[in-house]
């Protein structure tokens, strides 16, 4: 009896640490970015040889007012501004497809409410920091879609990950924080 019990004790101190093995191996893989993460950290992020955050601040407000879109949120102390706008996200294919569901479902006898992607709003928040060193500002911009079907329920929620996107808001903050700072 007594090796049954010292071996059901060994088995299961053996489980416990693979158990804890796999754990920590999980942990570790959570917590680690993926090359993708890191490059579409990259296209997110830009430094700006100025230590005046308030530039970029208003730099961006305006940018984002210029793009048609309406601000939020806004917080010098925390340096976020968060803005929106509404648009049609009706899509022609989508609404084929989901037509041709229908008549295809009807002609089995069946009954079908197509339902499709109806409106979106595009959020873009934008984040500033100064760097490590103090000497520039690190602004993060990202834009994400939130989109409801026509039957006023939330489709999806998505991360905007287009490169051109990021690159003409950054090009456009750029300008704008070059006009803003030599008060132009």
């Known amino acids: 009896m007594r090796s049954g019990a010292a071996c ?25 970015l993926s090359a993708d993460s890191l490059a579409q950290r990259q296209m997110q992020l830009r430094r700006f040889d100025t230590a005046d955050e308030r ?8 940018v984002m007012q210029d793009l048609g879109f309406s601000i939020e949120e806004s917080s010098a102390a ?9 648009r049609d996200a009706v899509e022609a294919g989508q609404v084929a497809g989901q037509m041709f569901l229908a008549v295809l479902i009807a002609a089995m006898g069946g009954r079908a409410d197509p339902t499709w992607d109806a409106t979106q709003r595009i959020r873009v928040s934008v984040a500033t920091k100064p760097s490590g060193d103090r000497s520039a500002i690190v602004a993060r911009v990202t834009f994400q879609r939130i989109l409801w079907n026509t ?3 939330l489709s999806r929620v998505e991360t905007i990950d287009a490169p051109e996107i990021y690159r003409q808001f950054f090009d456009k903050l750029s300008q704008s ?6 008060q132009i």
Not at 9 to 31: E, F, G, K, S, Y
Not at 177 to 182: V, W
């Open 177 to 182: 924080a070059f006009l803003e700072a030599h």
């Open 8 to 32: 059901l004790t060994a088995v299961a101190i053996a489980l416990a640490a693979c158990q804890q093995t796999n754990t920590v191996r999980h942990q570790t893989a959570a917590l680690t």
């Open 151 to 153: 039957k006023n329920q």
């Open 78 to 86: 925390t340096g976020l501004i968060v803005g929106s706008k509404e």
């Open 55 to 62: 530039i970029i601040l208003a730099a961006a407000a305006g």
